[in-house]
């Protein structure tokens, strides 16, 4: 189990579990499961890194370390389930509706972290989303930058000043505050009905 899942590609993880069976006093016998071998994300993150470019491996880099505080903060779980951690500039968060999402986002290049609310095909919610861009600046403390494509449309916030690149140190504070904005955001999009 372990050569499966050092040697195979992220979409797949395999566990072995070994059953035990207890007995106590005359009572009947109940199983007890111990996990032998889980997939380890790390190395999986680490192998998918090698073909990557440096900025690619930052952006990995970062979403790793995020899905790492996610794990430990309770009240975000209770809300969201992280995607795995990828080289993208972006991470999605589900609503429970495929008329919409949240992203959090990086910029590498510009040194900010941003969130965004992501309206794929439905234009009345995009807007609906564009007009109250004021309530959602409030609830962020950030100022929206609207967007309406020939398709999606919805709002972007960033916060300048934040470095990822050769800043691990900084990364842990962006993600809580980014934690952060996503409730606030999920509330606020609960509280306007979209």
Not at 9 to 38: S, Y
Not at 93 to 112: F, K
Request: with cysteine; hydrophobic share 35%.
């Amino acid at each position: 189990m372990e050569w499966l899942n050092e040697h195979t590609d992220n979409d797949f993880g395999f566990f072995l579990v070994e059953i035990e069976l207890w007995t106590i006093g005359d009572f009947k016998p109940a199983p007890r499961f111990n996990v032998v071998e889980q997939p380890n994300e790390w190395t999986k993150a680490l192998r998918l890194s090698e073909n990557l470019s440096e900025t690619e491996r930052v952006k990995l880099s970062y979403w790793t370390k995020y899905r790492e505080i996610v794990r430990s903060t309770p009240n975000f779980l209770k809300v969201f389930s992280p995607q795995k951690p990828t080289k993208d500039h972006w991470s999605t968060l589900r609503c429970g509706t495929s008329a919409y999402h949240i992203a959090l986002l990086i910029d590498t290049q510009h040194g900010r972290t941003g969130i965004e609310f992501y309206v794929p095909d439905d234009k009345d919610i995009g807007h609906k989303s564009i007009e109250n861009a004021q309530l959602f600046e409030k609830a962020l403390g950030l100022k929206a930058k609207p967007f309406d494509a020939k398709k999606a449309s919805g709002l972007r916030f960033y916060k300048d000043g934040c470095k990822i690149k050769n800043n691990e140190g900084e990364r842990p504070g962006f993600i809580a505050e980014q934690l952060d904005w996503a409730l606030k955001m999920r509330k606020l999009i609960e509280e306007l009905q979209l």
